[in-house]
Nanobody, 124 residues
C-alpha cells in the first residue's frame, strides 16, 4: 500500500519556523520526485517545492525561495521541508506529493500519490 504520511504542521507566529516531514512507503523512493503543494482557503492548490527522484536537484516556488529548504533522508524514505521566516500568507494545508514524471513534471495533473495534508497556520 502506497502511503505519504505528513507531520510537523502547526501554529506559529510570523517570523517563526516549522519543519514538515513526509514519510513515504509502498513505492521505490528513488523513482519518484517528491515535494509539497499547499492550498489556502479559497485558492487553488499550488506547488511549493520539489526534490528530484535521485534527490539531487530541487525546485522552489518564487514565493518561498530563500525561506524554505527541501531535503531528504533516503535511509528513512522521508522528505523534509524546513520553513523559516514564515509569513501569514504561508498559511495553508500542505500536501506531500509524489510524481513519476520527475522534478520538471511536478504539476497537479502529474501527481501519482498524495498525502493527507497537514495544516500550517502563521499568525501575524
Amino acid at each position: 500500500e502506497v502511503q505519504l504520511v505528513e507531520s510537523g504542521g502547526g501554529l506559529v507566529q510570523a517570523g517563526g519556523s516549522l519543519r514538515l516531514s513526509c514519510a513515504a512507503s509502498g513505492f521505490t523512493f528513488d523513482d519518484y520526485a517528491i515535494g509539497w503543494f499547499r492550498q489556502a482557503p479559497g485558492k487553488e492548490r499550488e506547488g511549493v517545492s520539489c526534490i528530484s527522484e535521485k534527490k539531487t536537484s530541487t525546485y522552489y516556488a518564487d514565493s518561498v525561495k530563500g525561506r524554505f529548504t527541501i531535503s531528504s533522508d533516503k535511509s528513512k524514505n522521508t522528505v523534509y521541508l524546513q520553513m523559516n521566516n514564515l509569513k501569514p500568507e504561508d498559511t495553508a494545508v500542505y500536501y506531500c506529493a509524489a510524481t513519476f514524471f520527475g522534478i520538471y513534471g511536478f504539476e497537479r495533473s502529474n501527481i501519482d500519490y498524495w498525502g493527507q495534508g497537514t495544516q500550517v497556520t502563521v499568525s501575524s
